[in-house]
């Protein structure tokens, strides 16, 4: 039996055929790059029960479905943008960048393979940093737990 009626459609524009690129590309989000989503997981570990257990069925099913593929081991290096003109010899080393002074004694830099690197001042890149999200075992001597609630103290008997 058919409905009288047209079913009524819903509000608004329809529904994504890419959900997460959508989301992902919508604004800048933290721990996102063009070709990586990064969880730090002492803030995985201390979401709430019910997100856990949700987030824990959807990686089961992501891992069981490209577990066939040839996964390398991901080392995650916290980085932060800097200017080029802000870093040390140290840090110009790690991004792979030489400066050197010309005959005019300008600062000249350059890139690894030579190439000179237009406008400095304004060039950025990343350097690694120290990780400034909380750990669950950096937090394993602090007061209060990772999600801020303070721990209660109890009566002390002498």
């Known amino acids: 039996m058919y409905a009288p009626d047209p079913l009524p459609r819903h509000a608004g524009p329809p529904a994504s055929s890419t959900p997460i ?8 989000r933290p721990g996102v790059s063009e070709g990586y989503v990064v969880l730090p ?5 201390g979401m709430p029960l019910p997100w856990q257990q ?3 069925h959807l990686l089961h099913e992501f891992h069981q479905v490209y577990a066939h ?8 290096v916290p980085s932060r943008r800097e200017r080029l003109v802000d870093l040390d010899e140290e840090q110009l080393a790690e991004v792979g960048c030489l400066v050197e002074i010309d005959v005019d004694g300008e600062l000249v830099y350059r890139e690894r393979n030579g190439k000179r690197i237009d406008d ?6 990343l350097v690694s940093c120290l990780d400034p999200i909380p750990s669950q075992h950096l937090n394993a001597n602090q007061d209060t737990p990772p999600r801020g609630f303070p721990v209660q103290q109890g009566p002390h008997w002498g």
């Open 120 to 125: 400095p001042e304004r060039h950025e890149v």
């Open 21 to 28: 690129r959508d989301f992902l590309d919508s604004a800048p």
């Open 54 to 56: 949700a987030m824990s």
């Open 41 to 45: 997981r002492g803030l995985a570990e």
């Open 69 to 76: 593929l040839n996964w390398p081991e991901y080392r995650v």
